[in-house]
């Protein structure tokens, strides 16, 4: 027992120091816990680093009803950054009000958006407690930043939920999500614009 104790952080800590074989010592984090209350701190957060992308910016969300998010994202196609952004077929497909318009907002602005549909998600009369999720939740800025964790985009997750967001400054954990989010991508059997 002692040893599994002992084991299990080791490997959480190779994990997000994105270790391959070697530890990454190019690597460094942040964390931030929500519920930050009216504050909306993990919504700032993730604006100001949308603010410093000059490259690249990929995102996979489940739920998405930021405005403030959405602008950022926004306000980085205009500054010349590709932003492509994956989010759930289901919940999009049933988006009404706030998370209805982050995503007008963004199509609007011709940002690059699919909708993502695991295996069972399209099938009509599936329950949305048992159908398959396309429950990701991470971004990747140029190719060297990662922002993951349980948050989802929305205000009511930063204002009162308890959630958390992790920033990683680590080019192989961006890689190995960046090549997550593009396996994704390019598969035209679930994901769809």
Same mark, same amino acid.
């Given at each position: 027992?002692?040893?599994?104790?002992?084991?299990?952080?080791?490997?959480?800590?190779?994990?997000?120091?994105?270790?391959?074989?070697?530890?990454?010592?190019?690597?460094s984090?942040d964390?931030?816990?929500?519920?930050?209350?009216?504050?909306?701190?993990?919504?700032?957060?993730?604006?100001?680093?949308?603010?410093?992308?000059?490259k690249?910016?990929?995102?996979?969300?489940?739920?998405?009803?930021?405005?403030?998010?959405?602008?950022?994202?926004?306000?980085?196609?205009?500054?010349?950054v590709?932003?492509?952004? =994956? $989010?759930?077929?289901?919940?999009? #497909?049933? *988006?009404?009000?706030?998370?209805? @318009?982050?995503?007008?907002?963004l199509? &609007?602005?011709?940002?690059s958006?699919?909708?993502?549909?695991p295996?069972?998600?399209?099938?009509?009369?599936?329950?949305?407690?048992?159908?398959?999720?396309f429950?990701?939740?991470?971004?990747?800025?140029?190719?060297?930043?990662?922002?993951?964790g349980?948050?989802?985009?929305?205000?009511?997750?930063?204002?009162?939920?308890?959630?958390? =967001? $992790?920033?990683?400054?680590?080019? #192989?954990? *961006?890689?190995?999500?960046?090549? @997550?989010?593009?396996?994704?991508?390019k &598969?035209?059997?679930?994901?769809?614009?």
């Amino acid at each position: 027992m002692v040893r599994m104790a002992l084991l299990v952080p080791a490997t959480v800590l190779a994990i997000f120091a994105g270790w391959q074989g070697a530890p990454d010592t190019k690597s460094s984090g942040d964390v931030i816990f929500a519920p930050t209350g009216s504050e909306r701190l993990v919504e700032k957060r993730i604006v100001r680093e949308l603010r410093a992308a000059r490259k690249k910016v990929v995102a996979a969300i489940y739920q998405f009803t930021s405005k403030d998010v959405a602008e950022a994202l926004i306000a980085a196609k205009h500054r010349g950054v590709d932003v492509r952004v =994956l $989010v759930d077929g289901w919940q999009a #497909s049933n *988006a009404r009000g706030v998370w209805g @318009e982050a995503l007008r907002m963004l199509a &609007d602005a011709r940002v690059s958006i699919k909708r993502v549909h695991p295996a069972g998600a399209k099938e009509e009369g599936t329950s949305e407690a048992l159908r398959a999720k396309f429950h990701h939740k991470f971004m990747v800025i140029d190719g060297e930043r990662v922002m993951t964790g349980s948050y989802n985009w929305t205000v009511l997750a930063d204002e009162e939920n308890y959630e958390n =967001l $992790v920033i990683l400054s680590s080019r #192989s954990l *961006a890689t190995q999500f960046g090549q @997550e989010f593009e396996k994704i991508w390019k &598969d035209g059997k679930i994901a769809v614009e």
